[in-house]
C-alpha cells in the first residue's frame, strides 16, 4: 500500500475479498461505500450538544511539538506469537525523557505495513523525546477482527509487545494510536483488556462489534470490559469506513466511561470535542476533520499525543 489511501477508494486490503469489488464498484459509480463490519452500527450515535470553549481545554488544549531532540534510533524486531513469527518497528529517541516516559503502539490499515505506515503517518514528531513508539506489522497485511477473546493472536501481538517493550525500556504508560482496519483491532483490544491502555486514538475506524455480551441500550459488552480513555478521529469524505464510524466509536466509548452521551465542549482544535462529565482520566473525545477522505489527518499525531498527555491520571 502507498504511504497515502486514495481518497476516492477504499483501502486496498478490502480489494481481497471477493464481496468488496462491488464496493470498489460503488465507489468508482461516486456511490457511498459501506464497511462492512460498519454496517450494524450506522445510526447508533446520539446527537451531540457542543458547548463553546471555556478558558484551556483540559482534554484536548492545542499543542505543537518541537520533535525529538535529535533523530531517534529506527529498528526492527521479531517474537513468536503463536505458530508465527510477528515483526514490529521501534523507535527509540536517544534522550528518551525521564518526566514519565511512554510507550506508542501504531496500528495500519488493510493492505499496508509497518514500514509504509511510519512513512505516511510518523508519530514521534509529536511525542518527540516523551515515547518509545511501535508499528505492528498485520499478516498478510490485514488484522484478524473476528476470532474469539483468548484465541485472537494479534490480540495477543499486541498484549504481548506492550509487555515487552513496557518492560525493556521501563515505561509506566502505554497509548494506542490505529487507522482504519487496524483501529477496528485497537478498539477490540481496549474492550477486552482495557488495562493494556491507558489511553487510544482511533482514525478513518469504528467501535467493538463483535463480543457477544449486551449493555442494557443495546451496545457490544466485553466480558473484561472498563472504561478507557479514547478518541476518534474521521474525515467527512471517508469512503472507506462511512463517518458514522468514527461517530459511533466516540458515542460507545462515551457511554461506556459514563461520560454524558449528548453534552459536549469544544477544545483547543476546533475540529474536535471532548464529552462532558466523563471520569478523571477516562475522557472521550471526537474529531470530525471536513473534506479528509479514508486517511489519517494532518495534525492526527499531534491531537492524539496531546489527548494521551492530558488523560495519564
Same mark, same amino acid.
Given at each position: 500500500?502507498?504511504?497515502?489511501?486514495?481518497?476516492?477508494?477504499?483501502?486496498?486490503?478490502?480489494?481481497?475479498?471477493?464481496?468488496?469489488?462491488?464496493?470498489?464498484?460503488?465507489?468508482?459509480?461516486?456511490?457511498?461505500?459501506?464497511?462492512?463490519?460498519?454496517?450494524?452500527?450506522?445510526?447508533?450515535?446520539?446527537?451531540?450538544?457542543?458547548?463553546?470553549?471555556? &478558558?484551556?481545554?483540559?482534554? *484536548?488544549? !492545542?499543542?505543537?511539538? $518541537? #520533535?525529538?531532540? /535529535?533523530?531517534? =534510533?529506527?529498528?526492527?524486531?521479531?517474537?513468536?506469537?503463536?505458530?508465527?513469527?510477528?515483526?514490529?518497528?521501534?523507535?527509540?529517541?536517544?534522550?528518551?525523557?525521564?518526566?514519565?516516559?511512554?510507550?506508542?503502539?501504531?496500528?495500519?490499515?488493510?493492505?499496508?505495513?509497518?514500514?509504509?505506515?511510519?512513512?505516511?503517518?510518523?508519530?514521534?514528531?509529536?511525542?518527540?523525546?516523551?515515547?518509545?513508539?511501535?508499528?505492528?506489522?498485520?499478516?498478510?497485511?490485514?488484522?484478524?477482527?473476528?476470532?474469539?477473546?483468548?484465541?485472537?493472536?494479534?490480540?495477543?501481538?499486541?498484549?504481548?509487545?506492550?509487555?515487552?517493550?513496557?518492560?525493556?525500556?521501563?515505561?509506566?504508560?502505554?497509548?494506542?494510536?490505529?487507522?482504519?482496519?487496524? &483501529?477496528?483491532?485497537?478498539? *477490540?483490544? !481496549?474492550?477486552?483488556? $482495557? #488495562?493494556?491502555? /491507558?489511553?487510544? =486514538?482511533?482514525?478513518?475506524?469504528?467501535?467493538?462489534?463483535?463480543?457477544?455480551?449486551?449493555?442494557?441500550?443495546?451496545?457490544?459488552?466485553?466480558?473484561?470490559?472498563?472504561?478507557?480513555?479514547?478518541?476518534?478521529?474521521?474525515?467527512?469524505?471517508?469512503?472507506?469506513?462511512?463517518?458514522?464510524?468514527?461517530?459511533?466509536?466516540?458515542?460507545?466509548?462515551?457511554?461506556?466511561?459514563?461520560?454524558?452521551?449528548?453534552?459536549?465542549?469544544?477544545?483547543?482544535?476546533?475540529?474536535?470535542?471532548?464529552?462532558?462529565?466523563?471520569?478523571?482520566?477516562?475522557?472521550?473525545?471526537?474529531?470530525?476533520?471536513?473534506?479528509?477522505?479514508?486517511?489519517?489527518?494532518?495534525?492526527?499525531?499531534?491531537?492524539?499525543?496531546?489527548?494521551?498527555?492530558?488523560?495519564?491520571?
Amino acid at each position: 500500500m502507498a504511504p497515502k489511501v486514495s481518497e476516492a477508494a477504499p483501502p486496498k486490503g478490502i480489494l481481497r475479498r471477493p464481496a468488496a469489488w462491488g464496493l470498489a464498484l460503488l465507489v468508482a459509480l461516486g456511490g457511498y461505500v459501506v464497511y462492512p463490519r460498519l454496517r450494524a452500527h450506522f445510526g447508533r450515535g446520539v446527537a451531540v450538544r457542543v458547548s463553546p470553549l471555556s &478558558g484551556e481545554s483540559a482534554v *484536548l488544549p !492545542a499543542r505543537t511539538y $518541537p #520533535g525529538p531532540s /535529535r533523530p531517534p =534510533a529506527v529498528s526492527t524486531h521479531s517474537m513468536r506469537v503463536g505458530d508465527r513469527v510477528r515483526s514490529y518497528i521501534e523507535i527509540v529517541p536517544p534522550a528518551l525523557t525521564t518526566d514519565r516516559p511512554a510507550l506508542v503502539v501504531v496500528l495500519h490499515g488493510d493492505g499496508g505495513d509497518a514500514q509504509s505506515f511510519h512513512r505516511g503517518f510518523p508519530f514521534e514528531p509529536a511525542s518527540g523525546d516523551g515515547a518509545v513508539v511501535v508499528y505492528l506489522d498485520g499478516l498478510r497485511a490485514t488484522w484478524d477482527l473476528d476470532s474469539a477473546d483468548g484465541e485472537n493472536d494479534d490480540q495477543l501481538f499486541v498484549e504481548r509487545v506492550v509487555a515487552e517493550l513496557k518492560t525493556r525500556h521501563g515505561l509506566r504508560d502505554a497509548f494506542g494510536a490505529a487507522y482504519s482496519s487496524g &483501529g477496528f483491532l485497537l478498539n *477490540l483490544v !481496549a474492550c477486552r483488556n $482495557p #488495562g493494556l491502555f /491507558r489511553a487510544i =486514538a482511533t482514525h478513518a475506524a469504528g467501535g467493538p462489534y463483535s463480543e457477544k455480551g449486551r449493555y442494557p441500550n443495546g451496545y457490544v459488552k466485553c466480558e473484561r470490559q472498563a472504561p478507557v480513555a479514547m478518541m476518534a478521529l474521521h474525515g467527512t469524505s471517508d469512503f472507506g469506513v462511512p463517518l458514522a464510524g468514527g461517530k459511533f466509536s466516540a458515542a460507545y466509548w462515551a457511554y461506556v466511561n459514563g461520560c454524558s452521551t449528548v453534552e459536549a465542549e469544544a477544545t483547543g482544535y476546533p475540529q474536535c470535542y471532548a464529552y462532558r462529565a466523563c471520569p478523571a482520566g477516562k475522557a472521550v473525545a471526537y474529531c470530525e476533520i471536513p473534506g479528509l477522505g479514508h486517511w489519517v489527518w494532518d495534525d492526527g499525531a499531534a491531537a492524539s499525543w496531546t489527548f494521551f498527555v492530558a488523560n495519564r491520571s
